[in-house]
């Protein structure tokens, strides 16, 4: 899967289209589909990982790093989320 793929499918796990995530961060439409053939700058990589909360390099690389829980943690719906950081606070 590459970027553009993790990109559209947690977006669309998160109720997002692509083009409602470009317009809601001021993208141009089909900026990200584009990302396919162009480089993308670094601060739209970051503003997307930022609005889907996920991390920056899983969303880039696809790996998940030395942390396999927060990979699966940032891949969770919004509402399994909050669920999790609800359960954790009261701990």
Same mark, same amino acid.
């Given at each position: 899967? /590459?970027?553009?793929?993790? +990109?559209?499918?947690?977006?669309?796990?998160?109720?997002? &289209? =692509? %083009?409602?995530?470009?317009?809601? !961060? @001021? *993208? @141009?439409?089909? &900026? +990200?589909?584009?990302?396919?053939? /162009?480089?993308?700058?670094?601060?739209?990589?970051?503003?997307? %990982? /930022? +609005? !889907?909360?996920?991390? =920056?390099?899983? =969303?880039? &690389? @696809?790996?998940?790093? /030395? $942390?396999? !829980?927060?990979?699966? *943690?940032? =891949? !969770?719906?919004? &509402?399994?989320?909050?669920?999790?950081?609800? $359960?954790?606070?009261? %701990?």
């Amino acid at each position: 899967m /590459n970027m553009v793929e993790r +990109i559209k499918t947690t977006a669309a796990r998160q109720g997002y &289209t =692509l %083009a409602q995530l470009e317009r809601s !961060l @001021g *993208f @141009g439409t089909r &900026t +990200i589909y584009k990302w396919d053939r /162009n480089l993308p700058s670094v601060d739209k990589v970051l503003a997307v %990982a /930022n +609005i !889907l909360q996920v991390p =920056l390099s899983w =969303l880039v &690389t @696809g790996d998940v790093g /030395n $942390s396999p !829980l927060e990979a699966r *943690f940032a =891949l !969770l719906s919004e &509402t399994d989320k909050e669920k999790v950081d609800t $359960s954790w606070r009261s %701990a």
